[in-house]
């Protein structure tokens, strides 16, 4: 087998396809999305300037647990917790300078029922979260 990372991703593809049968193809992109799923975890601490202490505690998890998410892959019933979590990352940061989005998430803000980003998505959950945040960056609605 040549080496797959000198190969173009189609190349690599083509490869794998040919010398392993589906349910091995279907287990490697299944451990694949899991591990891309913790490096945007990685990418949360980052821009939010998180602890993995407080990211924990928005989940509900041990710090522990988060850094095996992120060294081992995030567990199935986690990863639309932390998909929630990316969205919302990328509409700060498409909104937000970046350097503003840590004071942003820890803010009380009024459309959170006057708690920060942080304390609603320990409270209410992520979808919540997201939901309102969603709401913050409507801008068609405010010409109603």
């Not at 083509?14 to 589906?22: A, G, I, P, Q, T």
């Not at 279907?26 to 799923?37: C, I, K, T």
């Not at 990316?86 to 708690?115: E, F, M, Q």
Request: hydrophobic fraction near 45%; proline fraction near 3%; aromatic fraction near 4%.
């Amino acid at each position: 087998m040549p080496n797959l990372a000198e190969l173009d991703p189609q190349d690599a593809a083509l490869v794998l396809l040919n010398e392993h049968d589906s349910a091995w193809i279907a287990a490697l992109a299944d451990e694949l999305e899991r591990r891309l799923v913790g490096r945007e975890l990685e990418r949360i601490l980052r821009v939010w300037t998180l602890s993995r202490t407080d990211l924990g505690h928005m989940l509900g998890v041990s710090r522990q647990a988060v850094s095996k998410w992120i060294e081992d892959g995030v567990p199935a019933d986690r990863v639309t917790q932390v998909a929630d979590l990316a969205s919302i990352t990328d509409l700060l940061v498409h909104y937000v300078k970046r350097d503003r989005i840590p004071a942003v998430v820890r803010r009380s803000a009024p459309n959170l029922g006057g708690v920060s980003l942080l304390e609603s998505i320990a409270e209410a959950g992520t979808a919540d979260a997201l939901a309102a945040t969603r709401r913050m960056f409507t801008f068609a609605d405010a010409h109603k």
